[in-house]
């Protein structure tokens, strides 16, 4: 069965900043958190991904490759905004972090990902990487799309909370 072991955190310097990203529209056309179905579209390759509930950092996830022509169809239909972000890898140690600089209604936030094989598998954390928010919902992106970062209220140094 494919799984995903991900964590996620924030972002704190610009010191992973290197090479070129990609662009990636992405949209919803599911965000129950049982069965989270993703539309993307990542340079000129698109994806239909669905995902199951998360389990600590663990998942389910099945990733399909689509035409790239039905992207925009398949994003109109999708259950509110789309995110917009530029994702750049970047190597740290024997892993690769994915960066995510979101645009649009997101704009400010910068996540990092890395994907492991176990969830207790140990990896270098590099300077730049922040606060860890894996476990906390209003960081996933199917909740950004219809919770943008853009709109949540200033609580504190590096903290926003929804409203």
């Not at 099945?62 to 789309?82: K, N, Q, R």
């Amino acid at each position: 069965m494919p799984v995903e072991i991900e964590r996620k955190f924030l972002v704190e310097t610009s010191g992973w900043r290197q090479g070129a990203g990609v662009r990636i529209c992405q949209g919803y056309l599911n965000r129950d958190p049982q069965r989270t179905v993703r539309v993307r579209l990542a340079g000129n390759k698109a994806f239909l991904t669905i995902k199951g509930p998360s389990t600590g950092a663990v998942r389910r996830e099945f990733e399909y490759e689509i035409p790239v022509l039905h992207v925009a169809e398949l994003l109109e239909m999708c259950d509110g905004p789309v995110i917009e972000k530029i994702r750049y890898l970047v190597p740290s140690g024997s892993l690769v972090w994915e960066v995510d600089e979101f645009l649009g209604e997101n704009h400010g936030l910068v996540l990092a990902e890395i994907e492991l094989e176990s969830e207790d598998q140990a990896f270098e954390r590099p300077p730049w990487l922040g606060r860890e928010v894996t476990h906390d919902p209003r960081y996933f992106n199917a909740n950004l799309c219809i919770h943008p970062f853009s709109h949540w209220e200033e609580v504190g140094p590096h903290k926003k909370a929804p409203v």
